[in-house]
């Protein structure tokens, strides 16, 4: 299961904060809200349900741009890499 | 109760607002329309991609030249350089402003005769002119610009044989302080050969020397190039006046000034670096006017302006086909656009913009055209909004050498269509076909058929 670093801070306005590194991030409102999901420890289906009962959004768009969005966060290194499936 | 449109999540780095190597971050702001007309709309009446040059933007830039340089000279001509952009279109907009013919080759010879640009007001520059083009170049009284001493001993032979008097400039190239030195065009200065051929043509009785000839080099940054370009010519013209008493009709300064387009890999952005009309006009003026040619032998200064004059009007809109991750996690968006049809991608960091509004967000990303090749990039590391799938895109200024220089390679040629004054579209060349290809090849009667 995907797991956040557990180095890092995430505030209310989508600001992350990388205390092992110093490295800093911004969040845009849906970004923040899908960490705050994986965070609590939510897999893919888990939080499909939960954005696409608030959002207007189509199930394949939203699978592509989660898993970018993942990929994204990957390659910044916020992803713990022994967390991994 | 209606949901929510979804944004696509995005993370971004912080830099503690440091500049990156690349200068300040700066928002791509999108272009939707040109001259009036939505790019949409363009694309969808006349494909994907799409050249789209801007009449408007050229007769204005034409006239801002024109004007630099005639408020202080008092005889000012400029000549179309074919080579940069010869699509009929463009070319007879430059030839209703006011510009003569500059071409290199019989091909673009025949282009400026069919559209009808008087033989005497075309310059013939280039080292390959064949018999035949001289031949004709010379009936026509057209402005032959000398090369080399082969050229010049053919002239001779064929101004006896054909009893005219062929109209003739030497090209000259000199050390203007411009690396490298375009010295394997014409005769060099500072060696003395441009002198020598100057005293062969006059000695030859057959040649009328109407000009003095140069074309320092391409994408010129620097005004002071020119200002010693200037010069030299200048005193090469003194020296014929005191020698033979010769007056010369022109100096032509050849082309070469930078448009506002970006050298890869540049620092500061061509909209910040390159000098103005007024700056090179300053220069050049300047050291005609304050030079040892007597005030009433000024001659008539010819420019062959391309890049400058034409980059600025053309775009090249098309679509996003993909986007993707190369393997170290970088963007990677792949565009209907390659460097067959897009050369000077070699040379520049093109502005390309998204055509639609999309998010503020934007991330480090390669742009790839659709050709099977690594050499096929548009754009390295470019903060760029994530576009996707059908978005459209237009980069700006590809006026110049790009419909000239395009390669048939993969895919066809597009469509390009000329904007008019009001904004109305027209298509001036058609994209190509299959058809196109094939009428030019010839399949052997024993190759015809196959089984497989
Ligand atoms: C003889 C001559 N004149 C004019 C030009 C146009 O140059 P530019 O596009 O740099 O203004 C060229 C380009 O190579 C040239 O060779």
């Not at chain 2, 043509?201 to 140069?214: F, I, N, P, R």
């Not at chain 2, 996003?320 to 656009?337: E, H, M």
């Amino acid at each position: 299961m995907l797991k956040i670093k557990s180095t890092i801070a995430i505030s209310d306005s989508g600001f992350v904060f990388d205390a092992g590194t110093g490295d800093s991030f911004s969040l845009n409102n849906t970004g923040l809200e899908i960490v705050r999901l994986i965070k609590e420890g939510k897999d893919f289906p888990e939080i499909i349900q939960k954005v696409s009962e608030k959002y207007e959004v189509d199930e394949e768009s939203f699978e592509r741009y989660y898993y970018d969005f993942v990929a994204t966060l990957n390659q910044l290194n916020l992803i713990e890499k022994d967390g991994e499936d | 109760m209606s949901k929510l449109t979804f944004e696509r999540p995005i993370i971004q780095r912080i830099n503690a607002g440091l500049p990156s190597k690349y200068g300040m971050p700066r928002r791509l702001d999108p272009i939707s329309h040109i001259d009036g007309t939505s790019i949409k709309s363009l694309l969808d009446e006349f494909g994907s991609p799409l050249f789209v040059i801007s009449e408007q933007t050229i007769r204005k830039t034409y006239k801002e030249a024109h004007r630099a340089f005639s408020s202080r000279y008092p005889n000012v001509q400029f000549s179309w350089s074919y080579k940069t952009n010869y699509l009929n279109a463009v070319c007879n907009v430059f030839h209703q402003e006011g510009a003569w013919a500059e071409v290199v080759s019989g091909f673009e010879y025949q282009k400026a005769i069919e559209n009808g640009v008087p033989g005497e007001l075309i310059i013939f520059n280039g080292p390959d002119k064949s018999t035949d083009d001289l031949r004709l170049a010379i009936e026509n009284n057209s402005l032959i610009h000398i090369d080399h001493f082969d050229e010049l001993y053919e002239l001779i032979h064929l101004s006896k044989e054909m009893g005219e008097r062929p109209k003739v400039a030497i090209r000259v190239n000199m050390d203007t302080g411009f690396y490298p030195l375009w010295d394997r065009f014409g005769f060099n200065f500072e060696n003395g050969e441009a002198w020598d051929a100057l005293n062969r043509v006059m000695a030859s009785k057959t040649l009328d020397l109407l000009g003095l000839h140069t074309h320092i080099g391409t994408y010129i940054l620097s005004t002071d190039g020119y200002r010693i370009a200037a010069e030299k010519l200048a005193s090469l013209a003194v020296k014929l006046e005191k020698k033979y008493g010769h007056v010369l009709k022109y100096i032509d300064l050849g082309g070469g000034f930078a448009s506002k387009n970006t050298l890869r890999g540049a620092y500061y952005p061509g909209t910040d670096t390159a000098p103005s009309f007024d700056d090179f006009a300053e220069a050049i003026t300047s050291a005609l006017m304050s030079s040892e040619i007597k005030p009433d032998h000024l001659p008539m200064l010819i420019l062959e302006t391309g890049r400058a004059m034409i980059d600025e009007a053309g775009f090249l809109a098309g679509s996003v086909l993909a986007t993707k991750r190369l393997a170290d996690g970088r963007r990677a968006t792949i565009i209907d656009v390659g460097v067959n049809i897009l050369f000077t991608s070699f040379w520049y960091d093109h502005d390309i913009r998204p055509v639609e509004a999309v998010s503020d967000q934007s991330e480090d990303t390669t742009i790839y055209g659709p050709l099977c090749m690594n050499i096929d990039v548009i754009r390295g590391n470019i903060m760029f909004p994530l576009l996707k799938k059908g978005d459209h895109f237009v980069i700006r200024r590809v006026g110049a050498y790009n419909m000239t220089q395009w390669m048939q390679f993969i895919t066809l040629r597009p469509n390009v269509i000329m904007l008019d004054s009001k904004g109305k579209p027209h298509l001036i060349r058609k994209k190509e076909s299959l058809e196109t290809i094939n009428s030019l090849e010839n399949t052997p009667e024993h190759l015809k058929n196959f089984e497989l």
